[in-house]
Each structure stands twice: as C-alpha cells, then as structure tokens.
Nanobody, 115 residues
Framework: QVQLVESGGGLVQAGGSLRLSCTAS????????MGWYRQAPGKQRELVAA???????NYADSVKGRFTISRDSAKNMVYLQMNSLKPEDTSVYYC?????????WGQGTQVTVSS
C-alpha cells in the first residue's frame, strides 16, 4: 500500500499563488508517475499535471504557463506551484501516484480562488 498526504491548499485572491505538496509513504517503487488532479462540484475529476520518475511532464491546457509540477524523488514528494490563479481553478486538488499498475489517491486539499 501507498499513502499520500497533500498540503498547501487554501483561499487566495485571483492572480495569487499557492504551492501544493504531496508526500508518499509506504510501499514505494522507484518507477512511477505522480500527478495532480482536481474536481469541482458537479464536474468530473480532471488531470492538472503529472510527472514521471524520468522527469517527463504533462499539463492540462488550462494550466499551461501558470502551473508547474516538480518532484523530489529522494523525499517521495511532488509539488504543484500554481501562479496567476483564476476563480475557475477553485477545486479540490488530489495527489495521485501510479506504480506497478496500481493507482493511489490522496484525500484532497481545497483550493479556493476568490475574484
């Protein structure tokens, strides 16, 4: 099993920044992908950004140029730097880890962007 714990959510004004962190623990395997997803009320969960253990990244079009995903594999952590936040970025943000053909999810952290 793998446990994921997110932190860093909160309330911010439009145009502001937040940094999310996610720490993985448990049965860690070195080849993996970690990512951030978000889900707003009444909407489907969607990919925000992901990074492989090799360093390849993938972003949703809606966040390109504003969000940056990074990881510290030695600490089993992944980060999401969110700049130029917009009200439409308001969601619960979830950390996800894929390894050995299994996926693991964190509990989620609320991000609210006021206009």
């Amino acid at each position: 099993q793998v446990q994921l714990v997110e932190s860093g959510g909160g309330l911010v004004q439009a145009g502001g920044s937040l940094r999310l962190s996610c720490t993985a623990s448990g049965n860690i395997f070195r080849i993996n992908t970690m990512g951030w997803y978000r889900q707003a009320p009444g909407k489907q969960r969607e990919l925000v950004a992901a990074v492989t253990s090799g360093g390849s990244t993938n972003y949703a079009d809606s966040v390109k140029g504003r969000f940056t995903i990074s990881r510290d594999s030695a600490k089993n952590m992944v980060y999401l730097q969110m700049n130029s936040l917009k009200p439409e970025d308001t969601s619960v943000y979830y950390c996800k880890r894929d390894q050995l053909r299994r996926e693991y999810w964190g509990q989620g952290t609320q991000v609210t962007v006021s206009s």
